[in-house]
């Protein structure tokens, strides 16, 4: 019960204000529906968003779901204003990691926090993950919008996101088909996609005010690219690019080269007994992981674990098939490079980096 004269406190003077949540709901409701399509059963605002899934499409669907976010990467967006591509960064990265068992996006929701709201950031953010939905035919069907003082700090926010899509059951690729002859080709990243800021941050910001750290941001230092520009460059989709393999050559495995680097994404994927031997000459690493390497004295193997060093996805493809994929690949404009090949192992399984880690 309420003490007699005490003084009367509201749910926006604790730091949460409800109408300009509900206010912002057009708004997003029409970012939101320029990626529907005919699945979509609900409007933006409904407790839970519905989805028909067209049979008649399917033999034996399996849907694929996987959550993730853009981590420490929100930070450099917002300290200069580039907040709209976080939105395309995290579909995109969310679309790669459905995308290496064979599936292709249905739906996505999206999860953005800050300590009070800010408009722009929920339109920005929105603009750039309804663009990206769009781009890779995918519906953005919910999301949630939270307000939450003394979680997070002032000029700061949060991302992250939950994607569902679908394969067929007899073409799922989970790897269990990788086989000693198969050769790894890599697709070329736009730079450090959603991965390794931590680092990068520590390594050019670490307590420099934030001026002096807008000042580097801003500088060119790659022709007529700034700091900025590289560091906070798209996360690539391979949505594109992989659908016009699947089917066409035997794919038997792909890996997302996300946080972790080469070891931990690639040797989820492998069978027991089998080495993937990945070749770090058969690529050079873009200007941005040079100069991030010079910068915080970093050690080679550190960087191959921690960044994906230029290339962002990786493709299994048995012996037979790899010179049609090539002819596939380079048709499409795509760069990429054969990075190594699968060997036989005697236990367990592994990933070898011959001059950096063995």
């Not at 409800?18 to 407790?47: H, P, Y």
């Not at 736009?190 to 941001?217: C, D, F």
């Not at 035997?250 to 070891?263: E, K, S, V």
């Not at 193997?301 to 790899?322: S, T």
Request: aromatic share 6%; with cysteine; hydrophobic share 40%.
């Amino acid at each position: 019960m309420r003490a007699s004269g005490k003084k009367k406190l509201t749910y926006k003077q604790a730091g949460v204000d409800l109408d300009a949540g509900i206010t912002i709901t057009k708004d997003i409701g029409r970012l939101a529906r320029s990626t529907f399509n005919s699945g979509v059963l609900t409007e933006i605002g409904s407790f839970g968003g519905l989805f028909r899934l067209d049979k008649k499409k399917y033999r034996d669907p399996v849907l694929v779901a996987s959550t993730d976010g853009v981590g420490t990467k929100v930070i450099l967006a917002a300290m200069t204003g580039r907040l709209r591509g976080t939105g395309e960064d995290l579909v995109n990265h969310c679309v790669n990691d459905i995308l290496v068992q064979g599936a292709v996006p249905l739906f996505f929701l999206d999860y953005i926090a800050f300590p009070r709201f800010s408009k722009t950031v929920v339109i920005e953010v929105i603009s750039g993950l309804s663009k990206a939905c769009r781009e890779n035919g995918c519906v953005l069907l919910g999301g949630e919008t939270a307000e939450m003082p003394d979680v997070y700090h002032d000029g700061h926010y949060d991302l992250a996101g939950t994607i569902v899509g679908v394969v067929e059951r007899d073409r799922v690729i989970d790897g269990s088909r990788i086989r000693p002859g198969d050769v790894l080709i890599g697709l070329a990243s736009n730079g450090l996609h959603t991965n390794g800021y931590s680092l990068a941050r520590k390594i050019l910001l670490a307590g420099k005010p934030r001026k002096e750290s807008l000042r580097l941001l801003n500088r060119k230092i790659s022709g007529s690219k700034s700091l900025a520009d590289l560091l906070l460059a798209p996360h690539r989709s391979y949505l594109g690019i992989v659908k016009k393999l699947l089917g066409r050559v035997n794919l038997t495995g792909m890996a997302h080269i996300t946080g972790g680097g080469f070891d931990y994404n690639i040797i989820r994927i492998l069978p027991d007994r089998t080495k993937a031997v990945v070749d770090p000459s058969a690529w050079s690493p873009p200007f941005i992981f040079r100069y991030l390497q010079e910068e915080g004295g970093v050690e080679t193997p550190e960087m191959y674990d921690v960044f994906n060093m230029g290339i962002g996805m990786v493709l299994f493809v048995a012996g037979a098939d790899v010179e049609k994929a090539c002819r596939i690949l380079g048709g499409a404009g795509e760069k990429y490079r054969i990075i190594g090949r699968m060997e036989k192992h005697p236990s367990g399984k592994a990933v070898v980096l011959p001059g950096i880690r063995n």
